[in-house]
């Protein structure tokens, strides 16, 4: 009942602002060259906004503007009326059928669907991972098809923990096949590289997203490390599908060997490692070349870390790591972790190789000169 009068009120009130609003009507202001005396006025322009245009008379009373403009909208203010009270009882309707329904929900909206679907999902999640992690950790079998008995063959949970070492060590046994046997030809020594940070510079811009640019002297590495000193192989981890055409640019020669991508890494702690006894290969005569040391871990003499590659034009370290591996390779060096072992005490090994180089070539210069000297005074005795 009280809404109801409330309702009335509002509409009473809507009611009379709209005819404040439509009633009100400025004062008639006469027009240029008509007269106002008479009670008859020939009209063939508008009087005023309220007054439209016509032919012939119109007998204009002194009335109140209250009488004319209430005379003159009386229609649209009786339209504009009606329009609001039908829009305010149809408001009403519905917001009374609203306040009827607060209390109903839809059934997929009750927390009884939502706990089953949320617990439904949960199972099947975890049932799917549990199958595919049983099926991933079965045991190896022979050509016979017996069971390969190893660490995990006794344990109840043996097929989860082979699935999950499946899963952080390298995809395969051996990384790279056999040493290539006579009559061809097997480089002595097995280079290891990483891309990125070494050999490349990967940017990104709002513009261009992803760019890789290509570090100064690329080309001239690969001329000088290609066989027959060096077995080139990309270690890296990057992805496959991103690494590969990488390297097809920085290698259109064919000077790589080998390439391997993440899925050859070991995963520990966090961390894409390059495990070396996976490669097949005698460690003895294995370096490997990156700009961070936990990539190699587990075979630190066998590393040479350099400085991360941002992207300088100017840089000439690929340049003096050819000619340091050109040095090695020719020297016939028996055990190259010793030599990674010295180079490995500076911050910069390129630095102290060039600096070593520099000593050596004065103490040739040196020697020359001391072996000149006695051959000049050999020819001067015997001359004598």
């Known amino acids: 009942m009280c809404s109801g009068m409330r309702s009335i009120s509002k509409s009473k009130f809507v009611v009379r602002k709209l005819i404040r609003e439509y009633v009100t009507v400025s004062k008639l202001e006469p027009c240029t060259g008509l007269s106002f005396f008479n009670s008859t006025v020939k009209q063939s322009t508008p009087l005023c906004k309220y007054m439209s245009t016509g032919v012939g008379s119109r007998h204009v009373s002194y009335v109140t503007e209250k009488h004319i403009a209430s005379d003159m909208n009386y229609k649209s203010v009786r339209h504009k009326t009606d329009s609001v009270l039908h829009e305010m009882s149809t408001g009403q309707e519905s917001s009374d059928k609203k306040e009827e329904k607060t209390g109903e929900k839809e059934w997929y909206q009750s927390s009884t669907f939502k706990g089953v679907a949320a617990v439904t999902m949960t199972s099947l999640t975890v049932g799917s991972l549990a199958y595919l992690m049983h099926v991933q950790g079965e045991p190896a ?6 069971i390969v008995n190893d660490e995990f063959t006794d344990r109840w949970n043996g097929n ?54 290509k570090r100064p002297g690329v080309d001239y590495f690969f001329s000088k490390v290609c066989p027959p000193l060096f077995e080139v192989v990309i270690f890296t981890s990057e ?48 370096i490997i070349v990156d700009c961070n040391e936990k990539s190699f871990q587990f075979h630190l003499r066998n590393g040479l870390k350099l400085k991360k590659w941002t992207g300088d034009n100017d840089d000439k370290t690929l340049i003096d790591l050819a000619n340091f591996l050109q040095v090695v390779g020719s020297s016939g060096v028996e055990d190259v972790r010793t030599v990674m072992e010295y180079y490995a005490k500076f911050d910069d090994p390129m630095e102290a190789f060039k600096e070593n180089q520099r000593k050596l070539e004065e103490e040739k210069q040196r020697r020359l000169a001391v072996a000149t000297s006695q051959d000049s005074k050999k020819n001067w005795f015997w001359r004598k």
């Open 160 to 213: 989860f923990l082979r699935a999950v070492q499946r899963y952080i060590n390298p995809s395969r046994e051996q990384l790279l096949p056999e040493p290539l046997q006579p009559p061809y030809y097997q480089p002595p020594y097995t280079l290891v590289m990483e891309i990125t940070g070494v050999l490349i510079h990967p940017e990104w811009t709002y513009e261009t997203g992803w760019r890789f640019k």
């Open 239 to 286: 992805g496959g599908m991103n690494a590969d055409p990488l390297v097809n640019n920085l290698d259109p020669q064919g000077a790589v060997m080998y390439r391997l991508y993440r899925d050859s890494t070991k995963y520990v702690n966090g961390h894409h490692v390059k495990d070396l006894s996976y490669l097949n290969r005698d460690l003895s005569k294995v």
């Open 141 to 146: 079998r022979t050509e016979t098809g017996d």
